[in-house]
């Protein structure tokens, strides 16, 4: 079996995107990773479809289109993070070991931690538009504190991420990592409950409107 062949067969375009930083949701859903993508489009299975931009393909096109790589080494790459065995074009079979060193679990969490601020300062200029006061005697809304309180500082580590050092990086990495994975599950529970909310508040719409 070649390569192309074994990674199709065992890696799901799923499971590759979690393996490289991506955000899926319980229903397969994520951001598109190839065009700005507000809220989630682009659905993951084996294959994967973007109902806003049109990409599609197989997890070796989507690995090789998100690091900017070719099929090959797409291919190459997922075998061995995900150690698959494969025919090494002479007949005998190659099984990569799979690579889990410091720096590729460090470049990990630093892309995790900018996928999750990134979120996070979108979610607060959201909510310091949508919960600003009306009047001046409007008391401020929690949303609405929360966003003056925390832009700045989302805003600083965003910019240490995308523009500082090594150093300046790894700081982010070890003093805010714990930090960024509360606010990733607190988005969660929010993003649920909202979710939720909506529906109650459709169901008894719709209730209502019967009667």
């Not at 949701?25 to 507000?38: A, I, Q, V």
């Not at 995900?82 to 969490?109: C, L, V, W």
């Not at 969660?188 to 909506?198: G, H, K, P, T, V």
Request: glycine share 8%.
């Amino acid at each position: 079996m070649s390569i192309f062949e074994a990674v199709k067969q065992s890696v799901t375009t799923r499971q590759a995107a979690e393996r490289y930083g991506i955000r899926v949701e319980r229903n397969g859903m994520c951001r598109c990773p190839f065009h700005d993508d507000s809220t989630p489009s682009m659905k993951l299975d084996r294959r994967y479809y973007c109902f806003g931009c049109g990409a599609t393909g197989d997890v070796i096109d989507f690995v090789s289109r998100l690091r900017g790589i070719g099929s090959k080494e797409a291919a190459t790459l997922l075998a061995q993070d995900f150690a698959i065995p494969y025919e090494d074009g002479t007949g005998k079979m190659s099984k990569p070991r799979q690579q889990n060193t410091d720096e590729q679990n460090y470049k990990h969490m630093e892309r995790y931690c900018f996928r999750v601020l990134l979120d996070y300062y979108r979610l607060l200029c959201r909510w310091k538009e949508d919960y600003a006061p009306q009047t001046p005697e409007d008391g401020y809304h929690p949303r609405f504190g929360e966003a003056l309180q925390k832009l700045p500082l989302v805003e600083y580590l965003l910019d240490e991420l995308l523009c500082g050092d090594m150093q300046a990086r790894a700081s982010v990495v070890i003093e805010y990592g714990e930090e960024v994975r509360k606010i990733e599950q607190r988005m969660a529970e929010l993003a649920a409950a909202d979710e939720a909310a909506a529906q109650n508040s459709g169901g008894q719409y719709s209730a209502a409107d019967e009667h």
